[in-house]
């Protein structure tokens, strides 16, 4: 079996018992993006998948901290 590495460490994926366990971060930009006909494909392992989506989550909170704050009129 063919190992996948993780593309942020470098480390492998494979687990005990021959296994591999990683998540895929994907994008296929089209007709109209700045990237048309771009294609990413990045394997994460466990630990560089939860600390990205982590990442992601924590930048979602952070830029809606200050979002309907009371006095404000709300865009919607």
């Known amino acids: 079996m063919v190992d996948v590495t993780c593309d942020a460490c470098g ?10 366990e990683f998540g895929v971060l994907q994008a296929f930009w089209g007709y109209g993006s700045k ?9 994460l392992c466990e630990g560089c998948f939860f600390s990205a989506l982590s990442h992601i989550l924590r930048d979602n909170a952070l830029n809606n ?3 309907d704050l009371p006095g404000e009129k709300s865009e919607n």
Do not use: A, N, Q
């Open 11 to 20: 480390k492998s994926t494979r687990v005990d018992g021959g296994g591999l």
């Open 35 to 43: 990237h048309d006909g771009e294609r990413y494909e990045i394997h």
């Open 65 to 67: 901290l200050f979002d």
